[in-house]
């Protein structure tokens, strides 16, 4: 039997617990500065590198704790801030080295793009992928809600749906982008390129959150391309190396690698 109004609004008053409190504009400060950090001059004005990389950091380290300090709070998860802090500032190089070459990929392989600048200030595909190395970062480092705060964010910004858990190679191109979803599973390989409206999906859940840890979405190997609205199914499915799926497929067995390299 439902509550009256009165009875409920008690009980959810009694229930509150005070300290949470996320917030958005602090989400998306965290993002603009660690966006200057990787391409410093592009979105503003340098007079200083010196002093507008001090800025930049000291902005991100500022930012993120508090951010860090609300998932914290709301997931009732204790972990170390400072060291989660400096965990992922010192991942930072290797991520910077995986952007520039998913940045080399998308100029290589689009002739309309015009200069890498054009791919880092207009791109959807690029920003996707730069909000996910850093969602990735986080869920890799097992911190709760903010790799999905960060890849939703990115996912309502160019519709673009890219689960933090995936795995995601070096040289990974999304072009145009509208309506890719990429599942918590999956694992991409090097030199795959991904065109609008594929989803590299799970089978039925009938068992819903029973799954949880298992391998439920694709594998995609080296040098693969899928053209638009390609579906692509189950965890024991394994794209082999140098495959092209063309638009529309519907896949759920696994299919060989094709011997004769794609030019890509």
Same mark, same amino acid.
């Given at each position: 039997?439902?509550?009256?109004? $009165?009875?409920?609004?008690?009980? /959810? ?11 958005? @504009? ?11 950090? +990787? ?17 930049? #950091?000291? @902005?991100? /380290? ?27 500032? @010192? ?17 290589? *392989?689009? =002739? ?7 791919? !880092? ?21 097992? !911190?709760?809600?903010? =790799? ?8 309502? /910004? $160019? *519709? !673009?749906?890219?689960? &933090? ?39 039925? #859940? ?11 979405? &694709? ?21 082999? =190396? ?7 497929? +519907? ?7 094709? !011997?004769?390299?794609?030019? +890509?």
């Amino acid at each position: 039997m439902s509550l009256h109004f $009165t009875e409920w609004l008690k009980e /959810k008053k009694l229930n509150f617990e005070y300290g949470h409190h996320l917030n958005e @504009e602090e989400l998306k400060a965290f993002i603009n500065s660690s966006i200057h950090l +990787f391409f410093p001059g592009y979105f503003e004005e340098v007079e200083d590198i010196e002093s507008y990389y001090s800025q930049n #950091l000291n @902005e991100l /380290k500022n930012n993120l704790s508090s951010l860090l300090k609300s998932c914290f709070i709301i997931s009732k998860k204790k972990m170390d801030l400072d060291f989660v802090v400096h965990d992922f500032l @010192e991942g930072l190089p290797e991520l910077d080295s995986l952007l520039q070459l998913d940045l080399e990929a998308i100029f290589e *392989g689009d =002739p309309a793009a015009n200069s890498k600048e054009e791919i !880092i200030i207009c791109y959807p595909g690029f920003y996707a992928i730069f909000i996910y190395r850093l969602a990735h970062a986080f869920y890799q480092l097992q !911190i709760p809600i903010l =790799p999905r705060l960060l890849s939703e964010h990115a996912h309502s /910004k $160019t *519709g !673009i749906d890219i689960h &933090p858990g995936a795995t995601i190679g070096h040289h990974f191109f999304i072009d145009h982008g509208t309506g890719i979803v990429i599942g918590e599973t999956t694992v991409i390989g090097n030199h795959v390129k991904l065109y609008q409206g594929v989803t590299l999906g799970a089978l039925s #859940l009938k068992k819903g959150h029973e799954l949880k840890g298992t391998k439920r979405h &694709p594998t995609i190997l080296d040098h693969v391309t899928i053209y638009s609205e390609a579906s692509i199914f189950g965890g024991d499915t394994i794209i082999g =190396p140098n495959v092209t799926i063309g638009s529309n497929a +519907f896949i759920t067995k696994s299919i060989p690698e094709r !011997i004769q390299k794609d030019m +890509f």
